[in-house]
C-alpha cells in the first residue's frame, strides 16, 4: 500500500498500518514540528518527510491508495467552505486535506477530528468529503476516554468487543521522584474518577488528579508546568498507606494512546507528552484499517 499522511504528526498511522497487517510500500508524512519529525524518523527512517502541507503538490501521488490525516478545525463554516482559498490560521489545513483528496483521487482515505465539534463544522466536513462520521471513543480500545469523529470511505466494523482497561493498568513501576507532587489535596473522594484536585493555582482542568480504578479524560498536548495528566496513589509504608499524587510519565501517556512504550524517546518529556497529546489512539485506527485487508 502506498499511503500520504498529512498533519502526520509522530506516525501513528503508520504503526496502526504495521498493527494491522497492512504492508506498506511507500509512507509519504507532511509536518513541519521538529520533535514528532524526530520521533517518526527513529522509529521509521524509511518514511519520506516532505515538510509544510500547504506548500505540496498533491497530484505527484495520483496512484497511492490511502490518504489519511487529522488537522485542527476550530470554528469551520459553510462560507468558509465556500471562500476557502481566503482561509487563514489552523481552520485552513482541513482544506489542504480536502485538495489533497481532490488531487491525488485516493482508493481509501480516513480523516479525524474530535466528536466535541459544534454541528456546522462537522456538517462542513461531511460534505465535502461526502461520508457523515463515525463516533469512537478510544476508551472502547484503551484506558482512556477520547471521543472522536472519523470520516472514512473504510467500511468500519462498530460491533467490537470493548477494552475493560483502566488508568492502574498502564502506571509504571519505580517511578522517578521527580514527577511527584507535595501540594495539598482537596475533595478527596476515591469512589469518583477525577478524586481530588491539587490546591495550587492553575486552571480547574490541571487541578484534576485521576482515580486509576477508572480510566482517564483525554490527553492533550501541554505546554510544561502542571498540566500533565496527575493520579492518586496509595503506597505503602512502614506505618501502613499514604497518599500521593504524581504527573503521568511519558510511557503512560504512551500506554494510554497504546504506543509501544518509548516510543516517544530521544526528545524532551514536555515534547514526548505533547507528541502523544496530538497524535492517534493506535489500537483505534488498527481496528479501523484491518478492513483494508478484505
Not at 490560521?89 to 482541513?94: V, Y
Not at 466536513?125 to 461526502?130: D, H, K, Q, R, V
Not at 498502564?170 to 475533595?187: A, Q, T
Not at 477525577?194 to 483525554?218: L, Q, S, Y
Request: net charge neutral.
Amino acid at each position: 500500500m502506498k499511503v500520504l499522511s498529512l498533519f502526520d504528526g509522530i506516525s501513528c498511522g503508520m504503526v496502526a498500518l504495521e498493527r494491522a497487517g497492512i504492508p506498506v510500500d511507500r509512507y509519504v508524512a507532511y509536518e513541519i514540528d521538529p520533535s514528532a519529525i524526530k520521533i517518526s524518523k527513529k522509529n521509521y527512517p524509511q518514511i519520506e518527510h516532505c515538510g509544510d502541507v500547504t506548500k505540496a503538490d498533491f497530484t505527484q501521488y495520483q496512484g497511492f491508495d490511502l490518504l489519511i490525516g487529522g488537522s485542527p478545525c476550530q470554528s469551520l463554516s459553510i462560507v468558509q467552505s465556500q471562500t476557502r482559498q481566503h482561509l487563514d490560521g489552523k481552520s485552513k489545513l482541513f482544506f489542504e486535506y480536502v485538495r489533497a483528496k481532490e488531487e491525488m483521487r485516493p482508493k481509501w482515505f480516513l480523516f479525524e477530528n474530535v466528536a466535541s465539534m459544534n454541528d456546522e463544522s462537522k456538517q462542513v466536513i461531511s460534505a465535502l468529503l461526502g461520508c457523515e462520521p463515525i463516533f469512537i471513543d478510544s476508551g472502547d480500545f484503551s484506558a482512556q476516554e477520547r471521543p472522536r469523529c472519523y470520516w472514512t470511505n473504510i467500511p468500519v466494523l462498530l460491533d467490537y468487543k470493548k477494552s475493560s482497561a483502566v488508568l492502574g493498568d498502564v502506571l509504571e513501576k519505580g517511578v522517578n521522584p521527580k514527577y511527584y507532587y507535595d501540594n495539598p489535596l482537596l475533595n478527596i473522594d476515591l469512589t469518583k474518577q477525577v478524586c481530588a484536585k491539587m490546591d495550587f493555582k492553575n486552571h480547574d482542568m490541571h487541578k484534576r488528579v485521576f482515580n486509576p480504578n477508572f480510566k482517564i479524560h483525554t490527553l492533550t498536548c501541554v505546554s510544561g508546568g502542571h498540566q500533565q495528566k496527575k493520579v492518586m496513589l496509595l503506597e505503602k509504608t512502614e506505618g501502613g498507606y499514604m497518599v500521593r499524587v504524581r504527573k503521568l510519565t511519558p510511557v503512560e501517556y504512551e500506554r494510554l494512546q497504546t504506543l509501544p512504550d518509548n516510543y516517544t524517546s530521544g526528545v524532551s518529556d514536555g515534547a514526548r507528552y505533547t507528541a502523544c497529546g496530538n497524535g492517534w489512539t493506535v489500537d483505534v485506527i488498527a481496528h479501523i484499517f484491518t478492513q483494508l485487508k478484505n
